[in-house]
């Protein structure tokens, strides 16, 4: 009998269904977490779910899950994602995962074929963390980092209490986060970085996840004349901020990982003022944990010198989470399907954070990758051929079958 085979078509049908939700003139993708545009996008979802039969669980931090039964009353092969963006987001990042589960699931309908373990689709709150810091929030309060409390208590660059939000939209379920633990979790999701598409490999098999921390840092200077305070009297927030995201970049190519400065508001703001406060972010990542701390560190150091030199510094821990390895069984199970499709799949390191990564605090985890045209993504450039989501929502229907099959 011929292997089955996922209907890419419907699957791209589906991106752009959801691509469409909250989209902007300039093509972005904006559904920031606990929106209206998330609310629409939730909905849409929660519609394909049901019309293929899935039981829809939402659990108290928002988290979604459409149920598929398996002839066993055995935990289930998880899959899934988010569908929440970056304001400036692409079609893709995380609703490939999403769709990609559903895609199989439908599948697997059309064929009659039922699994020993249940199926489970998972939609996670808050991935982006653009909203809401931390990132991965929803599946992190799955997973046991983050007491639910906790989460329902976190307040929003716009002011606004994530619970207070999730209440509004309607997505405030009843389910505990993590009641249902998955045997196995993988997660399908683009590259979002150059390294498949230049090496023109169609498939990833990621085995681990670099460390990331995330720290808000308000400069405190004094405002002034800026054309008469002479350079030598002025406590300039924004040359320290400017400062900061040089030494962030320099750092981070010194020590071998990723560094950025992403957001900066100024204040006053205005042409002609020495800039009073500067609130900047600090995103560091790296595949080492020593190295990562000690990137810390010499953060902490600089910001020392800072306060040396007249400014005011405080700092905000807004997320940290250490490297993960992934499930080396997982991950072979991901090679051997894509090798049974014929197809070469590379080892990859995601340089992007996952919710998977937190899925691998309770169960073996491992994740897909498929390539991003030109490494471009938080863009609405952001783009993945036809092609490779066909090949990596196969690959993904070909471990969840072997998954699905393992015995107790
Ligand atoms: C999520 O996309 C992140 O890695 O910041
Ligand atoms: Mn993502
Ligand atoms: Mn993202």
């Known amino acids: 009998m011929e292997p089955l085979r996922c209907d890419g078509r419907r699957l791209m049908g589906r991106l752009d269904q959801l691509g469409a939700v909250g989209r902007l003139e300039d093509g972005s993708c904006c559904r920031l977490a606990l929106t209206d545009e998330d609310r629409q996008g939730r909905d849409l979802?929660?519609?394909?779910?049901?019309?293929?039969?899935?039981?829809?669980?939402?659990?108290?931090?928002?988290?979604?899950?459409?149920?598929?039964?398996?002839?066993?009353?055995?935990?289930?092969?998880?899959t899934g994602s988010h569908i929440d963006t970056v304001a400036t987001g692409g079609p893709f990042?995380?609703?490939?995962g999403v769709l990609a589960g559903l895609e199989v699931v439908q599948v697997l309908n059309e064929h009659g074929v039922t699994t020993r373990r249940p199926l489970a689709v998972a939609v996670f709150t808050n991935e982006e963390g653009v909203r809401f810091q931390?990132?991965?929030?929803?599946?992190?309060?799955?997973?046991?980092?983050?007491?639910?409390?906790?989460?329902?208590?976190?307040?929003?660059?716009?002011?606004?209490?994530?619970?207070?939000e999730l209440e509004r939209i309607g997505y405030a379920g009843t389910l505990e986060p993590g009641a249902i633990v998955p045997h196995a979790f993988v997660e399908l999701h683009i590259e979002q970085g150059p390294i498949l598409d230049q090496e023109g490999e169609a498939l990833g098999a990621v085995a681990n996840l670099q460390g990331i921390s995330w720290t808000e840092?308000?400069?405190?200077?004094?405002?002034?004349?800026?054309?008469?305070?002479?350079?030598?009297?002025?406590?300039?927030?924004?040359?320290?901020?400017?400062?900061?995201?040089?030494f962030v970049h320099d750092l981070a190519q010194e020590l071998g990982g990723v560094g950025t400065v992403g957001s900066l508001r100024l204040a006053p703001n205005l042409i002609n003022v020495i800039?009073?406060?500067?609130?900047a972010t600090v995103d560091l990542r790296h595949?080492?944990?020593?190295?990562?701390?000690?990137?810390?560190?010499r953060l902490e150091a600089f910001?020392?010198?800072?306060?040396?030199?007249?400014?005011?510094?405080?700092?905000?821990?807004?997320?940290?989470?250490?490297?993960?390895?992934?499930?080396p069984g997982t991950v072979r199970v991901i090679e051997q399907a894509a090798a049974s499709l014929g197809q070469r799949i590379r080892p990859m390191t995601s340089g992007a954070g996952q919710d998977a990564q937190m899925l691998a605090r309770i169960c073996p985890a491992a994740m897909i990758f498929v390539p991003s045209q030109g490494g471009v993504s938080h863009n609405p450039a952001e783009r993945t051929d036809p092609r490779h989501v066909q090949l990596g929502a196969d690959v993904l229907l070909r471990t969840l079958l072997t998954l699905a099959e393992e015995r107790p």
Not at 151 to 162: E, K, N, Q, T, Y
Not at 222 to 239: E, K, S, W, Y
Request: hydrophobic fraction near 45%.
């Open 45 to 78: 979802v929660v519609s394909w779910m049901r019309e293929l039969g899935l039981e829809v669980r939402v659990d108290r931090v928002g988290n979604l899950i459409g149920l598929r039964r398996g002839s066993e009353d055995l935990p289930p092969v998880m």
């Open 93 to 96: 990042d995380g609703c490939l």
């Open 134 to 164: 931390p990132d991965m929030a929803g599946s992190l309060v799955y997973a046991g980092g983050l007491p639910v409390a906790e989460a329902l208590a976190l307040v929003g660059i716009d002011g606004r209490r994530f619970g207070a």
């Open 217 to 246: 840092v308000t400069l405190h200077g004094r405002a002034n004349h800026a054309g008469t305070t002479p350079m030598g009297l002025r406590r300039d927030a924004g040359h320290g901020a400017a400062r900061l995201a040089c």
């Open 275 to 279: 800039a009073r406060e500067a609130v």
């Open 287 to 297: 595949a080492d944990e020593q190295v990562l701390a000690a990137a810390e560190r």
């Open 303 to 327: 910001l020392q010198d800072l306060r040396a030199q007249g400014l005011g510094v405080e700092t905000r821990r807004l997320a940290r989470t250490e490297p993960v390895v992934f499930d």
